[in-house]
């Protein structure tokens, strides 16, 4: 069993139906029905009116929501550990031109105000150094944790007080819908938030990843970025149309609890190891070298995560049924 | 019956075939199975040892091989109605960082080693100007001409000559070969090529197209500029698993060749109205605003182009059967 | 003697003597006083409001000004033969990170509104292409053309009714004001334009050149731009102090004037040679080689410019005297 | 009497004098005899033969440096407090396209090859981070530190060890030089250096640096970079003459061994104040408000850097009896 990443999950079948469904000829690019009925359907969902564009990538919605929040002589604070910083082989600077990420400190990931204002006020202000335009946070972050509501807030406020965009990572913004309860809304705009990269491909969806303007005035230029940048891809209507069955039934909620529930059990299991409190779909451990190999032996798969740590991901397709022996092995280790 | 774009048209039952077929865990990425068989698999195809990489659209395999030859500081030459001039809306120069078209002539949007030449021959060679790096073409052409393996060649020889890497945007390569009779291999590396955009979604794909390097050096860093501009998806797979499927049983031939016809059916029709020999699966036709309204009126869509002139694009799925009353109908106009 | 370009002059002694003058401890970048000096010196000289910030180069004097104008991926009308376009390796998409030049027709490098226009019009205005976000033109242009005030204004109305920034590359800017009579305001603000290259090298200056911004609002972000590129440089006042001294007294009209009627003297003598009609400090001539040898034999030193045409420019600094032998020579090969 | 910045101070009477023997017409760029002299000049001085460019500024020098070293997928060890992370806007993202910097620790300003390994060994080397292209150093650093030739060697041997391209950043590489008594060679590439920055501003030039390569192959593509970034200056005897006045009778050792003097004279006063040994011309001081405003009141101007401390440069030209008085007000303080 694999416990490598939620990116190597299959896909709902609801998404392989729906591309079908979509396979009629239709107008190119986004032009097509499926496309132009995002807009609505999101805004539904977010309970104010937003523009949404699909992107075959999560790298290619959050940089170009920072493209649109930063210019090139601007920066961006985000958390040390961040996907934009990490895992992005620099498109943060590719698309934004070469802004500046700042790094600030942060538990498990997690950005606070006073961690993002130490950045902040480290800065100087002057032409010598990139001024800060916009903040970036990830929902559920790098390590499985969750903001609140409130603690989007907190950090909206203060994006507004610094004059800073608000922008979040939501390549798991699913799971943190369910862990917190809270609403998309509750999560986003009404925090502060000016865009969001709306993640489905980990959550079992194929290549469509939505990007959600709740400031309207920054998808403009962001129709030609995306143009520019390759990813207004010609039959769109397959992206589109897996991110509305998605949407359909709750699908991505269901997605979400399922994956929740399968790292809540093996959370559960693993006690005291933990290194993060686990509230979404990721469960970091502490386990030796021998540890990792017992349970390696035992045909699951994972991560190492440093010296000592591993990272086990559950995605949305794995049922109880599947986790309980990765559950029982970790328990088992004593 | 639509003739927009061979980019509307729906994906061929294989494609959806293979992506249910690829629809189990695997490594994310391009570590998969299908991602890691296209290198042998293209290289049967070419007859010779190739590096590919699947990207989502042909803008992103066109523009990363053009990063790949030219430099920032650089220039390409490339004719006046390229796709990478007109319809890209940047993104040559923005993944080359900022590199030059230098823009040739040529009947049918076809360049000759002359036109191409004759630019080269008006550039400086001093640091006030950006030297030619590389040269591009499109086989197919934006106008449904083809170049045949000696013309390939004889460009292939210039680009040498001048020391210019050698890139063919191949968004419809399928039409290309169906339409010469010529190998793959005689379109592209035996003529000089360095880099292909082995086009598939124009051809029955849904979004994956196939960089193909015959110059193994350039792959190199393209993996991490392809990273970089997003285009590493994390599914990667149900693009490799496109491509496999439109290879076995020559099903891209299939398709092509089947294009090929029905626009050979409407040349026939058009006579002496054909603004372009008819090679490929294009027909550019001489009408009249009110000829025009007339076949609109009997049901067929299409795109002015320009003043008195419309295009007229076959899809892969397009039958005589289908085609035939639009033949008839422009016949008809007399 | 040497008429291959102003360029290559030596420099005024009134730069000289600021230069020495300002030889003394003051704040470094622009804090000093004669950085400060410059708004309202040139304000008082523009007859309005501006805001100066000097730079080392020309090029970097347009492309800031490009860069303030047009967005990554926007393009600028220019002409084709535009220094933008020829000489400066790419600046211009280096500054605006990848805006396309779209290249328009004119007499002796003049656009017109009509050759602007037939650009503009060219374009498709929808997110495949580099939508037109400023038009540039340089006056006295790269054959020695001038643009009235009419001019300027009706290609400023042009910018205005189209939405486009407004950008002058005045590199011989001065010699334009002589050769018009007219008032810098009138050949630029009142006239449309957003913003100046204002040319001082050419002309005796050293190493200064002032970018005058019209449009206040396109200052600020030009001010971290010219950091990040390396434009501030540190003691700046020796800067300033060129841009100043060149003011005082009207030394920057003295040179000009200086300058085109040299131009002038030469033009007399060509008579029938001339390719262009000189109302600048360029003369360019039509020779054959056999005459440019003898010309060259005599002592004269210019550069070919093409076959059979050559390019003579004349200096603050070379008095008719110095020019008069030229003169005599050209009238002499009949 | 100001201790803010070696960059406010005025020019050494040699600049002058050789800007006015330059004062001739010659040949515009680089094309001048001056400019010409550089190449053979500076390898005598570097005991190897090297390639020189003169860049108007050190944020020039320096990010032309990083561009010829890492392309824009790659990354740059350099140190937390370097001048090219803290002081430059990003430029370097600027020059490389977006390549990242990644921030080494280190006693003041000085990386070790233990540090800059750490930050080394922290990297994935996957496509999903940019590998890291170059190490860079500031000699003398931030906080007025020297490398020895052996700790530039060590720094060296990593980098070469790790397939690094090696930049120094000597902004005060006189000072530097000075301080070690070693020879420009053991200081540069003999310790595995590729590029120089070699400063001369904050030294007694006036607009001038120079860009040393010791790998010839760096300079090639550079001659493009400087023009398309504005720094090729059409008059450019008039920098080229301004660094052969300083080499000439070691005017640039002159002036570092004087400012060096005079921040030792402060050392010696300030005693166990001091935050960092004092091996350049910079002393930082610990001093509480009231101490800072006691200075101040006495007619010493210095920057404060950070809370309870404070930054004291001395200039070229400031002599033992400009700086005794502080150093006196400093001793007197207790």
Same mark, same amino acid.
């Given at each position: 069993? @694999? ?26 690019? *986004?032009?097509? $029905? ?21 992107? &075959? ?9 920072? #493209? ?18 990490? *895992? ?23 950005? !606070? &105000? ?11 202000? +002057?032409?010598?150094?990139?001024? &800060?335009?916009?903040?970036? %946070? !990830? ?28 922008? %979040?990572?939501?390549? @798991? ?10 609403? &998309? ?15 489905? =491909? ?23 970025? $995306? ?9 769109? /209507? ?9 949407? +359909?039934? +709750? ?5 979400? /609890? ?27 451990? /502490? ?9 390696? #032996? ?8 440093? =010296? ?13 049924? *599947? %986790? ?11």
């Amino acid at each position: 069993m @694999r416990f490598f990443s939620d990116n190597a999950a299959p896909v709902h079948p609801a998404v392989l139906r729906a591309i079908a469904a979509a396979d009629s000829l239709d107008t190119a690019y *986004d032009g097509d $029905r499926w496309s132009k009925a995002l807009d609505e359907r999101f805004s539904a969902l977010f309970e104010t009116a937003v523009r949404v564009l699909w992107v &075959p990538s999560g790298t290619a919605a959050n940089c170009l929501a920072l #493209a649109a929040l930063c210019p090139p002589h601007g920066s961006v604070v985000c958390h040390r550990e961040a996907h934009i910083q990490n *895992d992005e082989c620099g498109a943060p600077e590719f698309y934004t031109h070469g802004a500046k990420l700042l790094l600030a400190e942060g538990e498990g990931a997690k950005l !606070t &105000p006073a961690t993002a204002a130490a950045v902040l006020d480290r800065q100087r202000y +002057d032409v010598h150094q990139q001024r &800060p335009h916009a903040l970036s %946070i !990830t929902n559920a972050t790098e390590y499985g944790r969750v903001y609140t509501p409130a603690e989007v807030a907190a950090l909206g406020a203060l994006a507004k007080e610094r004059k800073l965009g608000f922008h %979040i990572d939501g390549a @798991r913004f699913a799971n943190a819908v369910v862990s917190t309860g809270a609403s &998309p809304a509750d999560l986003t705009w009404r925090g502060g938030a000016d865009a969001l990269s709306f993640g489905f =491909v980990k959550n079992g969806g194929m290549n469509a990843e939505a990007l959600v303007f709740f400031d309207h005035a920054l998808a403009d230029a962001t129709l030609y970025r $995306r143009k520019r940048a390759g990813h207004l891809l010609s039959k769109g /209507r397959y992206l589109a149309a897996q991110l509305l069955a998605m949407l +359909d039934d +709750d699908i991505w909620l269901a997605c979400a /609890r399922g994956a929740n529930a399968g790292a809540a059990l093996l959370a559960q299991a693993a006690g005291a190891r933990l290194l993060h409190p686990v509230e979404a779909n990721e469960v970091f451990l /502490r386990v030796t070298a021998d540890e990792a190999a017992s349970l390696r #032996a035992a045909g699951f798969d994972f991560y190492d995560w440093g =010296v000592g740590e591993a990272r086990l991901v559950v995605s949305w397709n794995q049922r109880a049924e *599947d %986790i309980r022996p990765l559950a029982d092995a970790i328990a088992a280790l004593g």
